[in-house]
């Protein structure tokens, strides 16, 4: 990049003033996004060197040599590497790349380098792409697409003015939008990332874990993120028993609630379901985990997934894109558990929280049945004064034992982790299932969303007879929780999004109408995957892409989107229509070549016809009286009718 040979300095290859200036705002434009994702020293890194080229392209200085480019460019690798722990991944490799892109800048002083550093700014403009698609990226990308595009354009003799390059630009890019649409709509699909990079070191993860302790839940309760969004195909369910499920937790170290991989692995025993199912389709934004979310139980699942022995809904590869996918699912069944399960759900760490199993134990003995002993844990938890809260204190070693006899305060991880640790101190198979509950009814798009503030967790405990039953501890203290949301179950005073507390009715709708923008973006756009494509196309008749109907589709899509460029294209470049005078006068000439007598370059038309006349003295009077007219229209200033003289022409046959 640095070590190429220096070509002479011609005017014409030189870069101007003008596209210097062009070229460093198309880069800084491009890397201005990226701002919001690499590190801020990145991005300090990149606008310190397009202020460098700024600053030499105002005061007319030399460019660095490469003596000194060439350590900056190893210098910014190792930083990358050094904060980053490698050089490819998102963060890591986008920074890197626009930090050379900027580097590149520096060295660029003629029209050939300003083209290379348009092609990287293209691919800058891609690079956003692993950042997010949503529509406001993309309307960043076509501005972007806008200034590199009128900058090349710039370089190859476009109008300087900016408004008429802009507009040539745009003007260029509106003629293959078609084009880009018809290949969007019929172009296969393919399954899956074009390319995977590695996952990053720290890379941002937003959702819930394998894993839960106390506070993991509450935090991620502070977020207004969308976890997915759901479709139903007939009645929605009421708001309570909209139990999203996620991972099942199993193990418990005192302080943990961890899931079981062997459960995760296996398979589940059939259920027994009745009723009607509950017919939706989630749309999941990317997560990076194998988890999907079904309500319980789900009896009709994507092809790419399966349900592991607990229950949890698991696509075959891990959701790094947006997807979608339909669920059937059952909300009355009986859900048996594998031989051997239930003794894992029994399993409690010894030494820890001493008291709790005391008083499982009281309640225990003087329960006449399990459901009665769960039911008196509920009671408590009801009737007793423990707080619903988002922040509740630090809990010790003994996390059960200090939070039912001392804080009292808690999230709804406090609450499931007692309820199975009593349980599980009773003789009662227990375990802590993980996942969303409730959501927010769109009614501008007919659609629920759910946030990450809708993150629940709630237990399940075994009971002879009924199988596995839910159990939500956090209804018992703050019913409004599973009743209607999050921010009805706590108090003005908890810090919560703005957009999850109450709001005047217009804000509502707008944010209900912004919501609806992004949905549909999302289903015919990011959404747009194989089998919507192939939906798409059943529609309109063509039932394979490999068909002669989707060649003919593809044929006559291209000729009509390409119509109009190409009718304006002719409308530019066709040739001028001929000069009937100068018509007849070659046909003329011709012929008279045809008999020995052609027309020299430099021949005007009366020497030409003197000579010619003198060649074929039998046709002198002929020749004479042609070249006399010809004359007389072509030089005599006026606009005299042609048509004698076409008549001459066409009876001259010698």
Same mark, same amino acid.
């Given at each position: 990049?640095?070590?190429?040979?220096?070509?002479?300095?011609?005017?014409?290859?030189?870069?101007?003033?003008?596209?210097?200036?062009?070229?460093?705002?198309?880069?800084?434009?491009?890397?201005?996004?990226?701002?919001?994702?690499?590190?801020?020293?990145?991005?300090?890194?990149?606008?310190?060197?397009?202020?460098?080229?700024?600053?030499?392209?105002?005061?007319?200085?030399?460019?660095?040599?490469?003596?000194?480019?060439?350590?900056?460019?190893?210098?910014?690798?190792?930083?990358?590497?050094?904060?980053?722990?490698?050089?490819?991944?998102?963060?890591?490799?986008?920074?890197?790349?626009?930090?050379?892109?900027?580097?590149?800048?520096?060295?660029?002083?003629?029209?050939?380098?300003?083209?290379?550093?348009?092609?990287?700014?293209?691919?800058?403009?891609?690079?956003?792409?692993?950042?997010? *698609?949503?529509?406001? /990226?993309?309307?960043? +990308?076509? #501005? !972007?697409? =806008?200034? $590199?595009? @009128?900058? %090349?354009?710039? &370089?190859?003799?476009?109008?300087?003015?900016?408004? *008429?390059?802009?507009? /040539?630009?745009?003007? +260029?890019? #509106? !003629?293959? =939008?078609? $084009?880009? @649409?018809? %290949?969007?709509? &019929?172009?296969?699909?393919?399954?899956?990332?074009?390319?995977?990079?590695?996952?990053?070191?720290?890379?941002?993860?937003?959702? =819930?874990?394998?894993?839960?302790?106390?506070?993991?839940?509450?935090?991620?309760?502070?977020?207004?993120?969308?976890?997915?969004?759901?479709?139903?195909?007939?009645?929605?369910?009421?708001?309570?028993?909209?139990?999203?499920?996620?991972?099942?937790?199993?193990?418990?170290?005192?302080?943990?609630?961890?899931?079981?991989?062997?459960?995760?692995?296996?398979?589940?025993?059939?259920?027994?379901?009745?009723?009607?199912?509950?017919?939706?389709?989630?749309?999941?934004?990317?997560?990076?985990?194998?988890?999907?979310?079904?309500?319980?139980?789900?009896?009709?699942?994507?092809?790419?997934?399966?349900?592991?022995?607990?229950?949890?809904?698991?696509?075959?590869?891990?959701?790094?894109?947006?997807?979608?996918?339909?669920?059937?699912?059952?909300?009355?069944?009986?859900?048996?558990?594998?031989?051997?399960?239930?003794?894992?759900?029994?399993?409690?760490?010894?030494?820890?929280?001493?008291?709790?199993?005391?008083?499982?134990?009281?309640?225990?003995?003087?329960?006449?049945?399990?459901?009665?002993?769960?039911?008196?844990?509920?009671?408590?938890?009801?009737?007793?004064?423990?707080?619903?809260?988002?922040?509740?204190?630090?809990?010790?070693?003994?996390?059960?034992?200090?939070?039912?006899?001392?804080?009292?305060?808690?999230?709804?991880?406090?609450?499931?982790?007692?309820?199975?640790?009593?349980?599980?101190?009773?003789?009662?198979?227990?375990?802590?299932?993980?996942?969303?509950?409730?959501?927010?009814?769109?009614?501008?798009?007919?659609?629920?969303?759910?946030?990450?503030?809708?993150?629940?967790?709630?237990?399940?405990?075994?009971?002879?007879?009924?199988?596995?039953?839910?159990?939500?501890?956090?209804?018992?203290?703050?019913?409004?929780?599973?009743?209607?949301?999050?921010?009805?179950?706590?108090?003005?005073?908890?810090?919560?999004?703005?957009?999850?507390?109450?709001?005047?009715?217009?804000?509502?709708?707008?944010?209900?109408?912004?919501?609806?923008?992004?949905?549909?973006?999302?289903?015919?756009?990011?959404?747009?995957?194989?089998?919507?494509?192939?939906?798409?196309?059943?529609?309109?008749?063509?039932?394979?892409?490999?068909?002669?109907?989707?060649?003919?589709?593809?044929?006559?899509?291209?000729?009509?989107?390409?119509?109009?460029?190409?009718?304006?294209?002719?409308?530019?470049?066709?040739?001028?229509?001929?000069?009937?005078?100068?018509?007849?006068?070659?046909?003329?000439?011709?012929?008279?070549?045809?008999?020995?007598?052609?027309?020299?370059?430099?021949?005007?038309?009366?020497?030409?016809?003197?000579?010619?006349?003198?060649?074929?003295?039998?046709?002198?009077?002929?020749?004479?009286?042609?070249?006399?007219?010809?004359?007389?229209?072509?030089?005599?200033?006026?606009?005299?009718?042609?048509?004698?003289?076409?008549?001459?022409?066409?009876?001259?046959?010698?």
């Amino acid at each position: 990049m640095f070590w190429r040979k220096k070509q002479p300095a011609t005017s014409e290859a030189r870069l101007g003033r003008i596209d210097t200036f062009w070229l460093i705002a198309a880069t800084a434009l491009c890397g201005a996004p990226l701002a919001l994702h690499l590190d801020l020293w990145m991005s300090l890194a990149l606008a310190t060197l397009l202020l460098w080229r700024t600053q030499i392209a105002l005061s007319g200085g030399t460019l660095p040599s490469k003596w000194l480019l060439a350590p900056l460019t190893l210098l910014a690798a190792a930083a990358v590497l050094a904060t980053q722990g490698t050089l490819l991944g998102r963060f890591a490799g986008v920074g890197l790349f626009s930090l050379l892109v900027g580097l590149k800048l520096l060295e660029t002083e003629h029209q050939r380098s300003a083209v290379l550093v348009i092609l990287l700014d293209y691919f800058l403009i891609i690079t956003q792409l692993l950042f997010g *698609q949503g529509p406001w /990226a993309a309307l960043s +990308m076509a #501005l !972007q697409l =806008l200034a $590199v595009t @009128a900058t %090349l354009l710039g &370089l190859f003799g476009s109008p300087s003015g900016a408004r *008429q390059r802009l507009k /040539a630009t745009g003007l +260029m890019l #509106l !003629q293959a =939008l078609p $084009v880009m @649409a018809l %290949l969007f709509v &019929l172009f296969p699909r393919i399954q899956g990332p074009l390319w995977r990079l590695p996952e990053e070191r720290g890379g941002a993860r937003t959702g =819930l874990s394998d894993d839960m302790s106390p506070g993991t839940i509450a935090e991620l309760s502070q977020s207004a993120e969308t976890a997915f969004r759901v479709r139903f195909a007939g009645k929605r369910p009421a708001q309570n028993q909209l139990y999203w499920r996620g991972p099942v937790l199993w193990h418990f170290d005192g302080q943990t609630w961890r899931a079981d991989p062997l459960a995760t692995a296996g398979s589940p025993v059939p259920a027994w379901v009745k009723g009607d199912s509950v017919d939706y389709t989630v749309t999941l934004e990317p997560h990076r985990r194998n988890w999907l979310f079904a309500l319980d139980v789900p009896v009709r699942i994507p092809p790419d997934a399966r349900l592991s022995s607990d229950y949890q809904l698991l696509s075959n590869n891990p959701v790094n894109e947006l997807k979608r996918y339909d669920v059937s699912s059952m909300t009355h069944y009986l859900l048996p558990t594998h031989p051997g399960a239930l003794q894992a759900a029994l399993a409690l760490p010894s030494g820890y929280n001493p008291r709790s199993v005391a008083l499982a134990r009281d309640i225990r003995t003087r329960a006449a049945t399990p459901q009665a002993a769960v039911e008196a844990v509920l009671k408590m938890f009801n009737q007793q004064q423990f707080y619903y809260t988002l922040e509740p204190p630090r809990l010790g070693r003994n996390s059960v034992d200090d939070f039912l006899f001392a804080t009292r305060r808690g999230f709804c991880e406090h609450y499931a982790s007692a309820m199975v640790f009593l349980a599980r101190a009773m003789g009662i198979p227990a375990r802590v299932v993980t996942g969303y509950q409730g959501g927010e009814f769109n009614p501008l798009g007919n659609y629920l969303i759910v946030r990450q503030s809708d993150a629940h967790a709630w237990t399940e405990v075994w009971f002879d007879g009924a199988g596995w039953v839910r159990v939500d501890p956090t209804a018992a203290v703050a019913r409004e929780r599973v009743e209607r949301n999050l921010a009805a179950a706590l108090p003005e005073a908890e810090a919560l999004p703005f957009s999850l507390r109450t709001q005047p009715e217009f804000l509502r709708r707008l944010r209900f109408g912004v919501d609806n923008l992004l949905n549909h973006w999302n289903q015919w756009v990011i959404g747009y995957d194989t089998q919507r494509q192939r939906n798409f196309l059943r529609s309109i008749g063509i039932e394979d892409f490999v068909s002669s109907q989707m060649l003919a589709a593809l044929l006559v899509g291209g000729l009509l989107a390409s119509a109009p460029v190409l009718v304006w294209l002719w409308w530019r470049g066709r040739p001028l229509r001929a000069d009937p005078v100068q018509a007849a006068w070659l046909t003329f000439c011709a012929r008279l070549a045809r008999h020995g007598a052609s027309r020299h370059p430099h021949e005007g038309p009366r020497d030409f016809a003197r000579r010619a006349a003198a060649l074929l003295p039998q046709h002198a009077t002929e020749i004479t009286a042609i070249a006399d007219l010809y004359m007389q229209l072509r030089y005599g200033g006026n606009d005299a009718d042609a048509k004698p003289l076409r008549a001459l022409v066409r009876r001259f046959r010698p």
